[in-house]
């Protein structure tokens, strides 16, 4: 008989159990950072970016455990899919679309935005296409055994810092701080730094104070901090954040006074020592193909725009949709050339790259401007 109520109980385990709600249970919190240990699909990021708000709960679970948890919004015809920067495979997908055609008559497309997933064989019209990349570190167990990894050229590169630094700078003296241990003023003294080192690029800068506050929400649940400071002032940093085994770069950033010491390479480095120290498995370093993250030892995961129609007809119906994400596709492909382009050696790709960013630079004249005068 104890046999028999263990084969039972085992295979009630076995069974999955589809979950709908139409709010965020407040046990989805812990779900999501145990399943997918990303920063792009947490709660407390969702809830920062306002997403939550009339969203929605798909769970799957295989006795009492959550196997499957996806946030969502249903709005008209569309479903569009909150987690972001994850892996699911092929048979997820296809369960949480059929589910979502079966409940919600009225949708056509389904949609999810940077996942990685090998997406194939399957029985709806489906749009695959590249829209980011995560550049991920995977970890050795020990920082010894990282910096063994790292090429000749970047361990180099990364002693000649570090001894021209406690040569020249002794002064300069890295900390490591977690959560509430950063304050306010350390924050936004490397948003500073990043914001300096933009214009110096004649790059676009993405803060502003609304997206200050955000970061220092998310950094007091996840962040961990690397700084080098000279005596108090701040001369570089490294802000990341942590999910479970995985630590996510967000910003990294150096006074330019100090280029010639590495000082970013050097937080960098250490952050991810760091990581390895308490544990991590990968360090991902997001989107943007810059060379120093390939130097530091990673790897480009592609990440996936996933459509789903409900069927051919559907698709035809939603045509427009169907070809903006091809539009859109268009436009990273471009981007990426760019980027390849000015990270080439030799001297057409640099001239082609100033030419593009000269007639850039002419269109931004003839911008419309507000009643205070900005763009």
């Not at 709600?21 to 145990?34: A, G, R």
């Not at 920062?48 to 249903?74: E, H, M, N, P």
């Not at 390479?265 to 997001?286: E, Q, R």
């Not at 960013?357 to 009643?371: A, D, G, H, Q, T």
């Amino acid at each position: 008989m104890i046999a028999i109520a263990e084969d039972i109980q085992n295979i009630a385990e076995d069974i999955a159990c589809v979950e709908f709600y139409d709010h965020v249970p407040d046990s989805v919190e812990h779900d999501l950072e145990n399943i997918y240990q990303s920063i792009f699909t947490t709660v407390a990021r969702m809830k920062i970016d306002g997403a939550l708000a009339g969203a929605s709960t798909y769970i799957v679970r295989q006795g009492a455990k959550a196997r499957t948890v996806l946030l969502f919004r249903c709005e008209g015809n569309r479903v569009t899919v909150y987690n972001e920067q994850i892996s699911l495979e092929n048979n997820e997908i296809r369960k949480f679309s059929d589910a979502i055609f079966s409940k919600y008559k009225s949708v056509s497309v389904i949609s999810f935005y940077a996942i990685n997933t090998d997406i194939n064989k399957f029985s709806r019209p489906v749009q695959k296409l590249n829209c980011l990349e995560d550049i991920v570190l995977q970890l050795p167990s020990t920082a010894e055994a990282y910096f063994k990894i790292l090429s000749e050229n970047t361990r180099a590169s990364i002693r000649k810092s570090q001894k021209k630094l406690q040569q020249n700078l002794p002064a300069i003296q890295f900390e490591t701080c977690c959560k509430d241990n950063v304050s306010e003023q350390q924050i936004r003294s490397i948003i500073a730094l990043s914001h300096a080192r933009m214009s110096a690029k004649k790059r676009r800068f993405h803060y502003n104070e609304i997206a200050i506050q955000k970061l220092i929400k998310l950094i007091r649940k996840y962040g961990t901090v690397v700084m080098a400071k000279n005596i108090s002032d701040i001369c570089a940093g490294a802000i990341c954040y942590r999910v479970g085994e995985h630590y996510f770069m967000h910003v990294l950033a150096h006074h330019p006074k100090y280029n010639e010491y590495g000082l970013g390479k050097l937080c960098c480095f250490l952050s991810i020592c760091d990581a390895i120290a308490n544990g991590a498995k990968s360090y991902h370093f997001g989107w943007g193909r810059t060379n120093y993250k390939y130097a530091m030892g990673a790897k480009n995961i592609d990440l996936y725009r996933i459509e789903i129609y409900r069927s051919s007809a559907r698709l035809a119906g939603n045509i427009g949709h169907f070809l903006w994400v091809v539009i859109r596709h268009e436009i990273r492909r471009y981007k990426l050339w760019i980027e390849r382009l000015d990270q080439g050696n030799t001297g057409l790709d640099k001239r082609i790259v100033n030419a593009i960013k000269m007639l850039r630079n002419v269109k931004s004249y003839f911008r419309p401007c507000n009643k205070n005068g900005d763009v």
